[in-house]
C-alpha cells in the first residue's frame, strides 16, 4: 500500500538529515499554481549568478531581438539550452552610479544590484545599502523550506576595510542583504555548504562520519529502506537518481581534499575544504546549488563567481593578467580579446549549471522548467564602468511563467529591480516595490 509522503520528510542517520526531492508520492503540487499564469507541477526556485567587472559587450548581445538564432562568442557554450533561455538587454542599475559621491563604481555595482539602493559611501561600520531582492522571497516564502536561503560564492567576503574609492569593502563583495545593514556573507567552502544542507547534528558526529570515510548515504539506509516500501516505483527511481548526485558530489571533495595542497604565501592558510582548482571551486558550488533545489531545502540561492572588481588571473585560459587590470582596456584589442575569454569561460560555468538542471526530472518538466536563474553583472563595459544596458541573462521556464528562447530589448533606462519584482511575483510573493523600481517587468510570458 503506497502512503502520501509529507514534503518536509527527511531520512536521517547520525549527523545527517537528508531532504527528499519532490516526489510524486507527495501528492498534488496544484497550490503553486494559484494566481499564477500556466499550471505549475512544482515550486519555483529563484537563483542570482553575479559575474564581475562588465563584459565584452559586442560579442555578449545577439544581433537582433525576438527569437534567438545563433548565439553570440560569449553565449556560445549556451547553445545546448538557447531554447531556456532569455536575453535581456537596456536594464539599468541606476544607484550604481555616483550620483555626487564620486568613485567607487565597482563597490556600488555589487551593492546596488539586488537592493536597487544607493549604498552608503563609508569605510566604516555605519554600511548601509538596501535589503535585496533574494531576502525579500525568503522573508516570505523561507518558511516553506529547511533553509529560507542559500549564499555561496568562489572568493572570501571582506567584511570590513576600504576596497574600493572610500567604500566599504563588504559592498563589493556581499550580494545579499536581510535589511538595508545586515549584509549576508557568503559561504566558500564546499564542504562547509553541503554540511548546510545534509548536517543535523553538531561537529562531534561530522567529525566522526568524516573520519570513517562514510558517505551520508551509509547512515541514513534503514530510513531509506522504510521509506521505498512507501513510493512508486517511478519515485524510486527518481531517489536513486538523487542518491547517485550526492554520492557523485562528496567523492569529487574527496577527491579535492586528497590532492597535494597548493601553497599559499608565506603567512597566508588557504581555508580547508576549497580546492586549488578555480573551476573545480565553481563546479562544486553549482552542484551544491543543484542539490539544494532538487532536494527542496531552499527556494532561494545567490551566487558570486567573483567578487565585484576582482583581480583574478587566469592562467588555464592563458591570461596571466588580473581581471580588473585588464576591464581597463582603453579599447586594446588584445586586452578586450583576453576579457573576451573570462566572460567565455564564467558562461561556460552557467553551462554547466543550467545542463545539470534541465538533466534533472521533476513533474510534468525538468528542475530547469521550475526554475528563474538571472546571470549578469552590475557593470555593462568595464572600462566604462557604466550600469546602462547591463548584461543579463534568464534562464528556466517560472513554471511555465516565462517564454524563453529570445532576445528581449526593454526601454533604456527601465530599472533592473523592475525585473526583481516581476520574478518575485512568480514566486507568489508581492511587493509594492523593490529598491527603485517603477513596476514589474512586463514582456517575460
Given at each position: 500500500?503506497?502512503?502520501?509522503?509529507?514534503?518536509?520528510?527527511?531520512?536521517?542517520?547520525?549527523?545527517?538529515?537528508?531532504?527528499?526531492?519532490?516526489?510524486?508520492?507527495?501528492?498534488?503540487?496544484?497550490?503553486?499554481?494559484?494566481?499564477?499564469?500556466?499550471?505549475?507541477?512544482?515550486?519555483?526556485?529563484?537563483?542570482?549568478?553575479?559575474?564581475?567587472?562588465?563584459?565584452?559587450?559586442?560579442?555578449?548581445?545577439?544581433?537582433?531581438?525576438?527569437?534567438?538564432?545563433?548565439?553570440?562568442?560569449?553565449?556560445?557554450?549556451?547553445?545546448?539550452?538557447?531554447?531556456?533561455?532569455?536575453?535581456?538587454?537596456?536594464?539599468?542599475?541606476?544607484?550604481?552610479?555616483?550620483?555626487?559621491?564620486?568613485?567607487?563604481?565597482?563597490?556600488r555595482a555589487m551593492g546596488a544590484y539586488?537592493?536597487?539602493?544607493?549604498?552608503?559611501?563609508?569605510?566604516?561600520?555605519?554600511?548601509?545599502?538596501?535589503?535585496?531582492?533574494?531576502?525579500?522571497?525568503?522573508?516570505?516564502?523561507?518558511?516553506?523550506?529547511?533553509?529560507?536561503?542559500?549564499?555561496?560564492?568562489?572568493?572570501?567576503?571582506?567584511?570590513?576595510?576600504?576596497?574600493?574609492?572610500?567604500?566599504?569593502?563588504?559592498?563589493?563583495?556581499?550580494?545579499?542583504?536581510?535589511?538595508?545593514?545586515?549584509?549576508?556573507?557568503?559561504?566558500?567552502?564546499?564542504?562547509?555548504v553541503f554540511d548546510r544542507l545534509f548536517?543535523?547534528?553538531?561537529?562531534?558526529?561530522?567529525?566522526?562520519?568524516?573520519?570513517?570515510?562514510?558517505?551520508?548515504?551509509?547512515?541514513?539506509?534503514?530510513?531509506?529502506?522504510?521509506?521505498?516500501?512507501?513510493?512508486?516505483?517511478?519515485?524510486?527511481?527518481?531517489?536513486?537518481?538523487?542518491?547517485?548526485?550526492?554520492?557523485?558530489?562528496?567523492?569529487?571533495?574527496?577527491?579535492?581534499?586528497?590532492?597535494?595542497?597548493?601553497?599559499?604565501?608565506?603567512?597566508?592558510?588557504?581555508?580547508?575544504?576549497?580546492?586549488?582548482?578555480?573551476?573545480?571551486?565553481?563546479?562544486?558550488?553549482?552542484?551544491?546549488?543543484?542539490?539544494?533545489?532538487?532536494?527542496?531545502?531552499?527556494?532561494?540561492?545567490?551566487?558570486?563567481?567573483?567578487?565585484?572588481?576582482?583581480?583574478?588571473?587566469?592562467?588555464?585560459?592563458?591570461?596571466?593578467?588580473?581581471?580588473?587590470?585588464?576591464?581597463?582596456?582603453?579599447?586594446?584589442?588584445?586586452?578586450?580579446?583576453?576579457?573576451?575569454?573570462?566572460?567565455?569561460?564564467?558562461?561556460?560555468?552557467?553551462?554547466?549549471?543550467?545542463?545539470?538542471?534541465?538533466?534533472?526530472?521533476?513533474?510534468?518538466?525538468?528542475?530547469?522548467?521550475?526554475?528563474?536563474?538571472?546571470?549578469?553583472?552590475?557593470?555593462?563595459?568595464?572600462?566604462?564602468?557604466?550600469?546602462d544596458d547591463l548584461p543579463l541573462l534568464?534562464?528556466?521556464?517560472?513554471?511555465?511563467?516565462?517564454?524563453?528562447?529570445?532576445?528581449?530589448?526593454?526601454?533604456?533606462?527601465?530599472?533592473?529591480?523592475?525585473?526583481?519584482?516581476?520574478?518575485?511575483?512568480?514566486?507568489?510573493?508581492?511587493?509594492?516595490?523593490?529598491?527603485?523600481?517603477?513596476?514589474?517587468?512586463?514582456?517575460?510570458?
Amino acid at each position: 500500500m503506497l502512503h502520501q509522503i509529507s514534503r518536509r520528510a527527511m531520512l536521517r542517520g547520525l549527523g545527517t538529515a537528508v531532504a527528499l526531492p519532490w516526489l510524486e508520492s507527495m501528492g498534488s503540487l496544484t497550490a503553486w499554481a494559484a494566481g499564477t499564469p500556466g499550471k505549475r507541477t512544482a515550486p519555483n526556485r529563484l537563483a542570482f549568478l553575479y559575474v564581475p567587472n562588465g563584459k565584452d559587450m559586442e560579442h555578449w548581445t545577439p544581433s537582433a531581438e525576438g527569437k534567438l538564432g545563433e548565439l553570440p562568442e560569449i553565449l556560445s557554450s549556451l547553445s545546448p539550452v538557447k531554447n531556456d533561455l532569455l536575453v535581456l538587454s537596456g536594464l539599468t542599475a541606476d544607484k550604481a552610479r555616483p550620483h555626487g559621491d564620486g568613485g567607487g563604481d565597482h563597490a556600488r555595482a555589487m551593492g546596488a544590484y539586488l537592493t536597487g539602493s544607493q549604498p552608503r559611501k563609508t569605510d566604516g561600520t555605519d554600511i548601509r545599502a538596501g535589503t535585496s531582492v533574494d531576502q525579500l522571497a525568503a522573508a516570505r516564502i523561507g518558511e516553506q523550506t529547511r533553509l529560507p536561503s542559500l549564499e555561496i560564492g568562489c572568493e572570501a567576503s571582506a567584511m570590513a576595510g576600504n576596497c574600493d574609492s572610500g567604500y566599504s569593502c563588504v559592498y563589493s563583495s556581499t550580494m545579499s542583504w536581510k535589511s538595508p545593514t545586515q549584509p549576508l556573507p557568503k559561504e566558500v567552502n564546499p564542504r562547509m555548504v553541503f554540511d548546510r544542507l545534509f548536517g543535523s547534528a553538531g561537529t562531534a558526529e561530522r567529525a566522526h562520519r568524516y573520519a570513517s570515510r562514510k558517505s551520508v548515504l551509509d547512515f541514513i539506509r534503514e530510513d531509506t529502506r522504510a521509506l521505498a516500501s512507501k513510493i512508486t516505483y517511478s519515485d524510486r527511481q527518481k531517489l536513486g537518481e538523487y542518491f547517485t548526485s550526492i554520492r557523485e558530489v562528496e567523492q569529487r571533495m574527496d577527491r579535492v581534499a586528497q590532492m597535494p595542497a597548493i601553497q599559499p604565501p608565506a603567512g597566508v592558510k588557504a581555508p580547508e575544504g576549497v580546492p586549488g582548482d578555480y573551476e573545480e571551486h565553481l563546479k562544486l558550488m553549482c552542484d551544491m546549488m543543484v542539490l539544494a533545489f532538487q532536494s527542496d531545502i531552499t527556494r532561494v540561492c545567490t551566487f558570486v563567481l567573483a567578487n565585484e572588481g576582482s583581480n583574478k588571473n587566469y592562467p588555464a585560459l592563458g591570461v596571466r593578467e588580473g581581471h580588473h587590470e585588464l576591464s581597463h582596456h582603453g579599447h586594446d584589442a588584445e586586452k578586450i580579446r583576453k576579457i573576451r575569454e573570462i566572460n567565455k569561460f564564467h558562461v561556460s560555468q552557467l553551462a554547466y549549471l543550467l545542463g545539470k538542471l534541465k538533466s534533472i526530472r521533476e513533474g510534468d518538466g525538468t528542475l530547469l522548467d521550475h526554475c528563474m536563474i538571472a546571470y549578469g553583472s552590475g557593470n555593462s563595459d568595464g572600462d566604462r564602468h557604466n550600469h546602462d544596458d547591463l548584461p543579463l541573462l534568464l534562464a528556466g521556464r517560472g513554471g511555465g511563467t516565462i517564454q524563453s528562447g529570445r532576445h528581449i530589448r526593454v526601454p533604456k533606462e527601465t530599472p533592473i529591480a523592475n525585473l526583481w519584482q516581476s520574478l518575485l511575483e512568480r514566486m507568489d510573493v508581492r511587493v509594492p516595490f523593490v529598491g527603485d523600481s517603477t513596476g514589474a517587468l512586463g514582456g517575460l510570458a
